[in-house]
C-alpha cells in the first residue's frame, strides 16, 4: 500500500529533491491539499488528524469501535440539525461523520466474518498502531530490561550466598568459663 504514493525525498548528490515509492515507515500522504479543501469537502467541518485519535480518546481503541457501531435514529423528542447523525456514544449524540461501515463491505480471503462488527474491530486495531509507533520499540526495551533485571537477580543471589555462606555454616560452640571454687 505505502508502494502506491510516490514521497519527495533527497536533496541527491546534485542537491536536487527526487521522487521516491512509498515505505511502511512513511506518514500517510495528506487526502488534502489544505485546510480550506478539507472543509468544502466536508460540509465545513475539518476532518480530524486520526493518526493519534486513539490516544486523545477516553477508552483508547474501545471507544473508537463503539463510535463506528453507535449510529441509530435519536430517541422519541431528540432533534438531530441537518447534515448531523445520532451517534449513542460520541458527547452530545451530534455527529458530523455520518455511518461508514456497513456488513458485507469487504470480503475477507481467510473466511472471515464480513460483517459491521468486524470492520470496526479492523479499524479501531488499525487506528491504535498508527496511534503507538513506538510500541514494538518499547516491548522489545521491556524485555530486555526483563531479562536483565532477572540476570542481576540470579548473580546478586549467587553473589550472597558465595559471601555469606562461611558466616552462616561456622560452628559456634559456646564453652562455659571453668569456676573455680576454694
Known amino acids: 500500500m505505502a508502494a502506491e504514493y510516490e514521497y519527495d525525498d533527497g536533496p541527491d548528490d546534485q542537491g536536487n529533491m527526487f521522487k521516491r515509492p512509498g515505505k511502511p515507515s512513511d506518514r500517510f500522504p495528506a487526502p488534502y ?69 456497513y456488513d458485507e463491505v469487504v470480503d475477507y480471503e481467510d473466511g472471515t466474518p464480513n460483517n459491521a462488527s468486524q470492520l470496526a474491530k479492523d479499524v479501531s486495531v488499525f487506528l491504535t498502531w498508527a496511534s503507538y509507533p513506538e510500541h514494538d520499540e518499547r516491548k522489545l526495551m521491556g524485555m530486555k530490561a526483563i531479562t536483565l533485571s532477572a540476570l542481576m537477580m540470579g548473580l546478586s543471589i549467587w553473589y550472597k550466598r558465595f559471601k555469606w555462606a562461611p558466616i552462616k555454616s561456622r560452628q559456634i560452640v559456646y564453652k562455659p568459663p571453668r569456676v573455680c571454687f576454694f
Open 33 to 101: 491539499a489544505n485546510e480550506e479543501a478539507a472543509r468544502a469537502a466536508n460540509g465545513g467541518a475539518y476532518p480530524p488528524d486520526l493518526s493519534c485519535i486513539v490516544k486523545a480518546r477516553h477508552g483508547e481503541e474501545d471507544y473508537i469501535f463503539s463510535l463506528l457501531l453507535g449510529y441509530s435514529e435519536p430517541p422519541a423528542g431528540i432533534s438531530i440539525r441537518e447534515g448531523l447523525h445520532f451517534n449513542r456514544y460520541f458527547p452530545g449524540g451530534a455527529i458530523s461523520m455520518a455511518r461508514a461501515i
